[in-house]
């Protein structure tokens, strides 16, 4: 006997115990027929001896208790009364798997973000340090102060990175990709081992031993197409020929998140191509060594071995990449999550209120099974049984819609969010394991809590006065404070939402005080060689024509920092006005740029008073923008006054005052105010280009300036309009997450009081008939409806109401240019709920408009 | 309307006793449902008449406590019947229960004819 076959003579308790007292009736006909009664009559009286067949059945299946027989036969009622009415047991399916879905995707992107440590090897152990010194200033490390470190007995390993791009040329053209130069026994220290090959060795980094690389897998598949031979292989990059020793696990991100090509360099002795690149150093600790104790030492180590390090200097503990957020992300983060818990308790409330509406229609048959010898157990094990069923559904749903939601997240999310993390933003064993808490949860409000309300005695007996002619009592309050709570809940979310979005479009409306379409910016550092100043001179002169020849460059600066953050940035300073009788005036951060003579016309920033600068101007000569003029001098124009600062005696003159430059950021830090400087560099700094068509890519930019100054370094290559915009990409993205939430909120809370106020217009249908009967018209009777729904939504929105502007301080931190208690937002967010009411409303109340009397009393 | 005699005769059981019962007629073979009903009926000659509804939970009620086990065969009539057979424990609480029985009636014996 297969399987199959064996699975569709499965036991049916149920039917067992029907056939065994069909058995009996008729032995029983058949002995009073053989002693002489008559057929029909013996029948009859084998029945009447028996008793009520129900209620001994029902007596019976109680006795079966907890055994696997009982489990099955409520299974089956279980199925059995799904299949018979799925569409309510599905919408709440739905709510669930949505629920759960969001929950898991939102887990998993933070788990990403900020709680999972980083995938190193102990990584407590390890520290990303730097160099600070004076006013919270950075300082680049010697190569010595590395050495020195590496020497001492505090630390069990030391290397360094030092970040790059590099051209990697292959056959369908030249790409760059960013590279880094490490310590041979950098992958030792993290815990790393290659995927495919082998790491550096010890020797391999000096001047001629270091033309191999590590490449990350990720490069491996999309650019060499998975060549199983590419470790025989060499490959060009930077135009030299390197070769594949290994392969780096796809996932791993070191030091930066887009870094795929790994270098070995030896700090101590470099190629002389890499003699200025200068480490990032990371140490592990060694055993039994605190970290505090460990820094102060490594300061003091630092001190000692090189003089280029001043002597107010400590060493600094930096955060791996997957740690370090950002103002904006530690609260942007804890708010989203918030959000989502919301939405999914929403969510959950709303399939709890439908399955309570569910068992509530079936007091009646819950009556009749107790009157009849079911226990409350059972009764309570069927409905927990139905909704177990629902919710698996449920969480099977929500996992499939949490895939998707991560897949989606991750090709929508901005580069610069991905980046933040070390860790590959995918569904994995954490992210299920949270899944499935929240689908136990779930259950547990949505399912085990109306049946246990459903199966109560009160709620049972309640009806046994009437003849269920309206709703219960009880029915009516659990239901409605649901509803309220959605409600409530859908309000605040809709509150924050608006402010999100209003927030993003003041954003997005700032007047930047210049145009940033078109340009290109980048920073070059020269190479050591040559050192002599005419050549050097001369070799900066051919990179700038270069650049100038180079197709659709209209225009070109150089300048010692390109907006928005560029240049220098000076904190808490006193500027002295020198005008007899003014008070300083401590500015916390400005920013300074020194600039080329170019540099307004470029970038169309407007000069408001005076003039720009000209060759005969002094070093002290400055341009302010407008918010340091007006903070300086309130009244008046400030060209041609002086003032002193930053420690310096010689006073500053201003010449001119020029369009404020706005960043549109919620950070007051990032979008200070600003100066500039006349540019003395002799170097390059940093060169702005302005195209007049689409502008040049970037390995031809790198050829250009390479062949110009071979050796030379750049950095910090991109079009302008990219970083503006992806400042943007934050406070959009939260606009629209906001968005979405609240709308998902919403639409739960109008499907929840649609099926509440439809369910109770049809369990009051023999009231409304009374009503109707007795003289009420039938618009009465829709005013009763849309007053029922119209009182819930409106002590849900004042809940709502309140709570969000309880809240408010703690969306203050992600919100621009909007007040909380702005009465534009509120009015809006009432608007939209007491339409979504008016909307879920009409269908229930226009249907109990249409209640008969007559019919219905014919039904007594 | 049953006949007066059997009206008369019908004595209330505790369910203790019934499950003793149960137990005693089925220690001479296994049986359906219906027929330990007419085995208890006759081998009281006609004194006790179980009430067939209170039977089947005691049957169930028994099985599901391991004193009993069931299996479905075919009775005499060549019928699907569910037929009851004693397991080893069920003898064992067979006896235990005769014993226990055996003190409650003599206690009230020596009340009721104290001698």
């Known amino acids: ?315 600094q503990m930096r955060a791996f990449a997957g740690s370090s957020l950002d103002a904006y992300y530690t609260h942007a983060v804890p708010i989203l999550s918030a959000g989502v818990a919301l939405v999914f308790l929403v969510l959950c409330a709303n399939a709890g209120s439908l399955l309570l509406a569910r068992l509530t229609a079936r007091a009646a048959e819950f009556r009749m099974c107790i009157a009849l010898g079911a226990s409350r157990g059972r009764l309570l094990r069927e409905a927990i049984f139905e909704h177990a069923a629902i919710a698996t559904g449920g969480a099977l749903g929500g996992l499939g819609l949490a895939w998707g939601l991560v897949r989606v997240a991750r090709a929508l999310l901005p580069e610069a969010f991905l980046s933040r993390t070390l860790h590959v933003v995918t569904l994995d064993t954490r992210a299920v394991v949270v899944a499935l808490g929240a689908a136990f949860s779930a259950a547990l409000t949505a399912g085990v809590i109306p049946a246990w309300i459903a199966t109560r005695p009160a709620a049972r007996s309640a009806a046994a006065s009437g003849r269920g002619g309206t709703e219960t009592r009880a029915g009516r309050a659990m239901t409605r404070t649901l509803l309220v709570v959605e409600l409530s809940l859908a309000c605040a979310l809709l509150v924050l939402a608006t402010l999100l979005v209003r927030s993003f479009m003041n954003l997005a409306a700032i007047d930047r005080g210049l145009d940033t379409d078109g340009v290109l910016t980048m920073r070059v550092a020269m190479p050591s060689t040559p050192s002599d100043p005419a050549a050097r001179a001369a070799m900066a002169a051919a990179v700038k024509d270069r650049l100038g020849a180079l197709p659709h460059v209209a225009e070109m600066t150089v300048s010692g920092g390109v907006p928005p953050g560029g240049g220098s940035r000076y904190y808490d300073y006193d500027w002295q006005p020198l005008e007899p009788g003014a008070k300083p005036v401590r500015i916390s951060v400005a920013g300074g740029f020194d600039i080329g003579p170019d540099f307004f016309h470029l970038y169309r920033i407007a000069l408001l008073d005076g003039r720009g600068f000209e060759p005969g101007d002094d070093l002290h000569a400055v341009i302010l923008g407008e918010r340091l003029a007006h903070l300086l001098w309130p009244t008046g124009s400030a060209v041609g006054r002086s003032f002193t600062s930053f420690k310096e005696l010689t006073p500053y003159h201003v010449v001119g005052v020029a369009r404020e430059l706005r960043f549109p950021t919620v950070d007051a830090f990032a979008d200070h105010p600003q100066f500039y400087a006349p540019f003395t560099g002799r170097g390059l700094g940093a060169i702005s280009l302005r195209c007049a068509g689409p502008c040049p890519d970037e390995a031809t930019v790198r050829r250009e300036i390479l062949a110009a100054a071979p050796g030379a370094t750049i950095y910090g290559f991109g079009l302008l309009d990219d970083v503006y915009r992806e400042a943007l990409a934050r406070p959009r993205g939260a606009a629209a997450l906001g968005t979405t939430f609240a709308i998902i909120a919403m639409l739960a809370a109008a499907g929840g009081l649609f099926s509440v106020l439809t369910y109770a217009v049809g369990r009051r249908r023999r009231e409304f008939g009374v009503r109707v009967a007795l003289g009420a018209s039938p618009a009465d009777v829709r005013q009763l409806v849309l007053r029922d729904g119209f009182r819930v939504a409106g002590i849900g929105i004042a809940i709502g109401t309140a709570a969000s502007a309880a809240l408010g301080r703690v969306i203050a931190s992600i919100e621009y240019g909007v007040s909380r208690f702005d009465p534009a937002t509120y009015a809006v967010v009432l608007g939209l709920l007491l339409v979504t009411t008016l909307a879920a409303s009409w269908r229930p109340a226009r249907r109990a408009m249409t209640v008969d009397p007559s019919e219905l009393l014919r039904d007594e | 309307m049953p006949p007066r005699r059997r009206h008369q005769t019908r004595i209330e059981l505790v369910q203790g006793t019934l499950d003793m019962l149960i137990l005693k007629t089925l220690n001479a073979g296994p049986r359906h449902g219906h027929g330990i009903g007419l085995a208890i009926r006759s081998g009281s000659d006609d004194a006790l008449d179980i009430d067939h509804g209170s039977l089947y939970p005691a049957l169930h009620r028994l099985e599901r406590r391991g004193w009993l086990a069931a299996e479905w065969k075919l009775s005499d009539n060549h019928q699907r019947a569910k037929f009851y057979r004693l397991t080893p424990s069920g003898r064992r609480q067979l006896a235990s229960e005769r014993s226990r029985w055996r003190r409650a009636v003599d206690a009230i014996a020596r009340i009721m004819d104290p001698a």
Not at chain 1, 152 to 180: E, K, Q, W
Not at chain 1, 204 to 224: I, K, Q
């Open chain 1, 1 to 315: 006997m297969g399987w199959f076959a064996r699975w569709r003579r499965r036991p049916d308790p149920d039917q067992d115990l029907a056939d065994e007292i069909r058995f009996h009736l008729e032995a029983e006909t058949r002995l009073r027929v053989d002693r002489g009664e008559a057929p029909t009559s013996a029948r009859q009286h084998a029945t009447r001896d028996f008793g009520n067949v129900l209620q001994v059945q029902e007596t019976t299946r109680d006795m079966w208790g907890w055994s696997p027989a009982a489990l099955v036969d409520d299974t089956r009622h279980a199925m059995r009364r799904l299949r018979a009415k799925p569409s309510s047991a599905l919408t709440a399916a739905g709510m669930l798997a949505l629920a759960i879905g969001l929950a898991t995707a939102m887990f998993t992107l933070v788990d990403a973000l900020v709680l999972r440590p980083a995938p190193f090897h102990d990584p407590s152990r390890l520290i990303r340090a730097e160099l600070r010194w004076g006013n919270n200033g950075r300082t680049v490390v010697p190569p010595s102060v590395l050495a020195a470190w590496r020497a001492s007995p505090l630390f069990s390993n030391v290397a360094g990175a030092a970040t790059a791009s590099s051209i990697l040329d292959t056959d369908a053209g030249s790409l760059v990709r960013a590279s880094a130069h490490v310590s041979p026994g950098l992958f030792d220290l993290l815990g790393v081992h290659p995927s495919r090959g082998r790491a550096f060795t010890a020797e391999e980094g000096r001047a001629g031993s270091d033309a191999v690389a590590l490449l990350s897998e990720d490069l491996w598949r999309t650019t060499f197409a998975s060549d199983p031979r590419i470790l025989d292989r060499t490959i060009t990059l930077d135009g030299a020929r390197v070769q594949v020793v290994g392969l780096m696990p796809g996932g791993f991100r070191f030091p930066d998140w887009n870094t795929v090509i790994w270098q070995p360099i030896d700090f101590d002795a470099p190629p002389p191509g890499h003699a200025r690149d200068l480490p990032e150093p990371f140490l592990r600790l060694a055993p039994g060594v605190t970290a505090a104790a460990a820094l102060d030492a490594a300061a003091a180590m630092a001190r000692a071995a090189s003089s280029a390090v001043p002597s107010n200097t400590w060493v």
